[in-house]
Nanobody, 123 residues
Framework: QLVESGGGLVQTGGSLRLSCAAS????????MTWFRQAPGKERDFVAA????????YYADSVKGRFSISRETAKNMVFLQMNNLKQDDTAVYYC??????????????????WGQGTQVTVSS
């Protein structure tokens, strides 16, 4: 089970930190990923981190602004979001799967999902 928290309303240029708490056993083969979905749009890849060694991957739209991290002792994944833009407004989802690198950006490859947390960036 995955549970996200930390969403909210923030002004353009502001920051938020999202958290994802995972219950149950975490396998070294897992990739933990953040996706987001804006109203009327598809669910898009944001950032991913491999559970075993912490390698990170980002969508071009968030590189240099967002940072994904994990705390293995607590089964937690975080998404630090800085310099937020109105285009970042969406519901953010945490997901987990044993997924190969070439498919990590595809939502259909993920087995476990959180309920989502709303991020709204105002002007």
């Amino acid at each position: 089970q995955l549970v996200e928290s930390g969403g909210g309303l923030v002004q353009t240029g502001g920051s938020l930190r999202l958290s994802c708490a995972a219950s149950g056993r975490m396998f070294n083969s897992y990739t933990m990923t953040w996706f987001r979905q804006a109203p009327g749009k598809e669910r898009d890849f944001v950032a991913a981190i491999t559970w075993f060694d912490g390698d990170t991957y980002y969508a071009d739209s968030v590189k240099g602004r967002f940072s994904i991290s994990r705390e293995t002792a607590k089964n937690m994944v975080f998404l630090q979001m800085n310099n937020l833009k109105q285009d970042d407004t969406a519901v953010y989802y945490c997901a987990a799967a044993a997924v190969i690198a070439s498919r990590r950006e595809l939502p259909s490859m993920y087995d476990y999902w959180g309920q989502g947390t709303q991020v709204t960036v105002s002007s």
